[in-house]
C-alpha cells in the first residue's frame, strides 16, 4: 500500500487520538489572561491552508480578527510588525521552516503570547514557542500531507471549542471514516480525467481552506495547473476562464454558503463547466458529473475536516492514473527551509 | 485606440495628480492620535492586490501587522470580528461592493478608525467610512482594471509616506511612464504565446502583489489558466508542475528578494521552465526569453507601481493576439456586487 493510502486511512484515528489526548488547560488559562486584541498566525503550504480555516473559525466563533504572517517581512526586510498584543501562532508539520519560527522568536521578544502546532514536539518551533500543541500523527512519509492537515484542522477545532464550546467534535472520527469509506468510489470514475490538463476549486466560508488545499493536492500530485478561489474572487475575474469542459470541484456542503455555491453551480452549469461536487446536499450533488458526498451530519464549523478528504483521494488516484510518483513527487521534498 | 490601451498610457498622469493632490493631514492626525495596534484591510479582486502591497509597506514601514479581512465571516455568518482598536480599511475601484461596505460598517460600529480607498467619492463605501482618500482617476472604462490599481498602490504608498517618511515617491511618474515606453517591445515577440494554455508568475515581499496581479489580468483578459505565489510558497509544492517550455514570470526587481527569486530562475532554467523576467537587474534579465525591462532607479518599495505594468501590457496584447474582445471580457461585469 502507498504511504499516502495508509497515511489518509489514518486519519479517523489520529482525530480521535488527537481529540482525546489534548490538554488545553494551561494554554487556555493562558490566553484569557493575555486576552490577545489579535491573532497572527504563520505558515507555509498545507499549514497555511490550516491557517485559512483558523481565519474563518476564530472570526466567527471567537470574534478574533486573524493575520495570516508575511514571514519575509521579518526574515528578508528585517522589520517586525508589532503584535505585543497578539496571540503569535506557528503552525508547521515538521516544525523546521525557518521563517516560521522567525515570526514566533520576534513575537517573544515582542512580549506576545505564543504557540506552535507541530507533528514533531522536539523541533525547533516547538521549542521556541511559549506553547505547543502536539499532533501526535506518527511520521508522514508521503511527501504531500494528509493526516497532518487534518490533525491541524483539529486542533484548531479543538481550541475554538475549548474557548467557546460548540457541537459536533466527538463525531469527528467517525464522520471522516464514513468519509474516506464513501471516496471509494472515485477510483470507478477517475479515469475520464487522466488527461485534464487544469482545474479550478471552489469554495467558501470555512472551506475557502478546503478549496486551496485540494488545488495543492492537486499541483503537488498530478502536475496540472489549478487554481483554488473563494466563490466571491472567483466572480470577480476568474470565472472569465471558464469555457465547455472546463473542470471544477465545488466544495459545498450544507450551511450557510451553499446557496451561495449553489448559484455557482447553476452558472457553471450554463457555461458548459464540468462540475464535480463534494456536498452532503442532494441538490448541490445533482449538479455533478461525478458527486463526492460527504455525511449528512457533519456540522458546519467541522466540514473542512471532512470535505478535503474526497479531494485528497481524487489527487491520489487521478495522480495513480497518470503514472505519476504518488509518494515521492519528482521536485519535491518533505520539509522546505524557507529563507 | 482601445479603452484598456488608454488607461494603461494615463498612469503616469493619474499617480502624478493623486501625488500631488491628495491630502492626508487630518487622516494622519487622526491614524496618530487613535495609534491602531493593526490594520485590517476588506478588499476584493484587484483591489485585494493593492491590499497585500500594503500588507508588505504597512509592516516593513510601519511595523503595523495587517489582516485581510474575510467579509463572508461578516455578510454570510452575521459575526463581528472585535476590530475595536484597529485601522480598518475599504479599498475597492467602485467603492460598490455590499460586503466591503459591511466590514466598515461593522468597525464603525465597534468605534475603530475607518477609512476608504475608491475612484468614487459619492460611492457607498466612501460614504460610509469615516475617511476617505479619492483616486481621482476620471471614470475606467475597461472592466479589467490598470490605472486605478496602480493609483490604489499609490495612495498605500502616499499614507506610509505620510507616516514615515520615504524617498523617491516624487520620481514616480516618471518612472511609470519610462516603463511604458519599454514595455512597447511586448508586441514584437508576443506572437509566441498565443497558443500557451497555462502560466505561472512569481514575485516575492513587496512583489506578491504583482504577481496576484499580473496573474488575474492574464485570467480576466486572456481566458487561460495562471497561478500566483510567492517564491517560498511555490517552493512548497507547485513547482512540482514545472515542465519543459512551462511558462513562468518572475517578478523579480532589486532588492531585498533579488537573491531569492535568482536562485528560483537558475533553478527554472535546469527544469527547462520558460521564464519571462520583469526586472531592473542585468542577471536577472539573463534569465529570460525575453525581458520585460524596469527603470534601474525605481527604490524596492514602490517597484510594484512601475513592475505590474509590463504585466498589464503584456496580459493586454496577449488578448489581442488570440482575438478576444479585451474592454469588454466575456462573462465579467465591471462592478462586481459580492453577498
Chains 1, 2 share one sequence.
Not at 507541530?118 to 516547538?126: M, R, V, Y
Amino acid at each position: 500500500m502507498l504511504h499516502i493510502e495508509r497515511e489518509i486511512n489514518e486519519q479517523p484515528d489520529v482525530i480521535r487520538r488527537l481529540i482525546k489526548e489534548t490538554d488545553l488547560d494551561k494554554l487556555i488559562a493562558a490566553i484569557r489572561d493575555f486576552d490577545p486584541t489579535f491573532v497572527m498566525i504563520a505558515a507555509r503550504g498545507t499549514s497555511d491552508n490550516a491557517a485559512r480555516y483558523a481565519q474563518y473559525s476564530f472570526g466567527i466563533h471567537l470574534k478574533l480578527p486573524v493575520a495570516l504572517a508575511t514571514p519575509s517581512v521579518h526574515t528578508l526586510y528585517g522589520a517586525q510588525p508589532i503584535v505585543s498584543r497578539a496571540l503569535v501562532i506557528g503552525i508547521s508539520q515538521s516544525g523546521s521552516s525557518l521563517d516560521v519560527r522567525q515570526v514566533i522568536e520576534d513575537a517573544n521578544q515582542q512580549g506576545a503570547l505564543t504557540l506552535s502546532i507541530t507533528n514533531d514536539e522536539e523541533s525547533p518551533l516547538a521549542q521556541t514557542s511559549q506553547f505547543h500543541i502536539p499532533l501526535n500523527c506518527g511520521e508522514e512519509i508521503s511527501v504531500a500531507a494528509t493526516k497532518t492537515y487534518t490533525a491541524e484542522l483539529t486542533a484548531i477545532a479543538l481550541l475554538v471549542n475549548a474557548l467557546q464550546p460548540q457541537t459536533g467534535l466527538d463525531k469527528l472520527p467517525e464522520l471522516v471514516s464514513r468519509t474516506i469509506q464513501s471516496s471509494e468510489r472515485i477510483q470507478d470514475w477517475i479515469q475520464r480525467y487522466r488527461y485534464a490538463s487544469h482545474l479550478a476549486v471552489i469554495g467558501r466560508g470555512y472551506n475557502y481552506a478546503t478549496a486551496y488545499e485540494i488545488s495543492l493536492k492537486v499541483k503537488e500530485l498530478c502536475y496540472i495547473t489549478s487554481e483554488e478561489y473563494s466563490e466571491a474572487d472567483f466572480r470577480h475575474g476568474p470565472i472569465a476562464v471558464v469555457q465547455d469542459g472546463f473542470p471544477v470541484i465545488a466544495v459545498a456542503p450544507q450551511g450557510k454558503t451553499l446557496p451561495l455555491m449553489q448559484d455557482l453551480l447553476a452558472d457553471l452549469r450554463t457555461k458548459n463547466a464540468e462540475c464535480l461536487v463534494i456536498s452532503n446536499d442532494d441538490g448541490a450533488l445533482s449538479y455533478a458529473m461525478y458527486p463526492m458526498p460527504l455525511p449528512g451530519d457533519v456540522p458546519e464549523w467541522l466540514s473542512p475536516v471532512t470535505a478535503v478528504i474526497p479531494g485528497q483521494i481524487f489527487a491520489m488516484q487521478l495522480a495513480l492514473s497518470m503514472g505519476h510518483k504518488v509518494d515521492r513527487p519528482t521536485g519535491l521534498t518533505k520539509v522546505t527551509i524557507t529563507r
